[in-house]
């Protein structure tokens, strides 16, 4: 077979070529965590499609489909308490708790009691995906260091 006709064959990986990237949030352990998949089909498409995967092994695991979103999209983590996470993506809340690992719910407004404290973003960080904590806030009351007299 001519090479030019080969031509064709060998660029087909390329027209198909996709993403599937992860990042996880060990919340206590390896073994107790949150992993946030993005995949994109495509590598001229902007979007992507986003899953959750709740963990605390041995005990549970179970993923869980967020929908599609910009593939640059962040998504931020806040702990409400009680093994429950609220995790953001622009204006598009769910919620995931890893005690049993089977619940999640879209939230259509943030909750009564507020989202809780801010643990980190997932976000793009030199062209990959990964997780980034919030710094620990300095306790408010460090007392100040004593003088001599």
Known sequence: MPPLKLLPFLLLPMLVACSDERASFQIATSD???TLIREQQFFWSKKAVYTIVAARMPDCMRRHKMGSASRLAKVEVYAPGNDA?????GARMVVVETRTCEGFAKL?????????????IFQNKKGVLTFVAEPKA???ATPAPATAQ
Do not use: R, S, T
């Open 108 to 120: 259509e407004a943030e909750p009564e009691g507020g989202m809780g404290p801010l643990v980190g």
């Open 32 to 34: 107790h965590a949150l």
């Open 85 to 89: 996470w609220i995790l953001k993506q």
């Open 138 to 140: 300095e306790a408010a």
